[in-house]
């Protein structure tokens, strides 16, 4: 069994931030630092989506399910610039967005990928999912769901 330290560096020093974990895949995390102060972790299984607050430098659990995949958008309508998570729980749960300490449902679908990108200049993020051969690659932005392509594609950046 490995065991993981998960390590963040604030400013100009190095911090453990979780010294006593053990996982039998590290392929089940992902580390998203959606904005400055702020890491959010998936632990996989055994521990679920946790938040690293560096200013109070606790962790918080966020949720027990473990996703197919996260990323973080700036999808902010009030033009705050802060980044919302976007968390793909497989198809038991859909996509989900987490903004302002709240849960909202994007659809029942699970993607094959999501990649935030702001496509139309307004300095916030669309979210550009790919669904695969069945829907193809959709745009969602600011609530609205619009057809990119109806094909699916090998990768998107």
Same mark, same amino acid.
């Given at each position: 069994?490995?065991?993981?330290?998960?390590?963040?560096?604030?400013?100009?020093?190095?911090?453990?931030?979780?010294?006593?974990?053990?996982?039998?895949?590290?392929?089940?995390?992902?580390?998203?630092?959606?904005?400055?102060? &702020?890491?959010?972790? !998936?632990?996989?299984?055994?521990?679920?989506? %946790?938040?690293?607050?560096?200013?109070?430098? =606790?962790? =918080?659990?966020?949720?027990?399910?473990?996703?197919?995949?996260?990323?973080?958008? %700036?999808?902010?309508?009030?033009?705050?610039?802060?980044?919302?998570?976007?968390?793909?729980?497989?198809?038991?749960?859909?996509?989900?967005?987490? &903004? !302002?300490?709240?849960?909202?449902?994007?659809?029942?679908?699970?993607?094959?990928?999501?990649?935030?990108?702001?496509?139309?200049?307004?300095?916030?993020?669309?979210?550009?999912?790919?669904?695969?051969?069945?829907?193809?690659?959709?745009?969602?932005? =600011?609530?609205?769901? =619009?057809?990119?392509?109806?094909?699916?594609?090998?990768?998107?950046?």
């Amino acid at each position: 069994m490995k065991k993981i330290f998960l390590l963040a560096f604030f400013f100009v020093a190095w911090c453990v931030l979780a010294p006593d974990l053990f996982a039998n895949n590290s392929k089940a995390f992902q580390i998203l630092a959606p904005d400055k102060g &702020r890491v959010v972790v !998936n632990f996989g299984p055994q521990y679920g989506i %946790c938040v690293y607050n560096a200013n109070g430098g =606790s962790w =918080s659990g966020l949720n027990a399910v473990n996703p197919v995949s996260m990323t973080a958008a %700036c999808l902010d309508s009030a033009g705050q610039g802060l980044k919302d998570l976007v968390i793909d729980f497989g198809l038991d749960y859909g996509i989900l967005l987490y &903004r !302002n300490g709240s849960w909202s449902a994007l659809n029942r679908a699970t993607a094959k990928a999501i990649v935030p990108a702001d496509i139309n200049g307004d300095g916030k993020d669309e979210l550009v999912i790919d669904f695969g051969s069945r829907y193809g690659i959709l745009i969602y932005t =600011s609530g609205v769901w =619009s057809v990119l392509n109806s094909a699916t594609a090998r990768s998107i950046v």
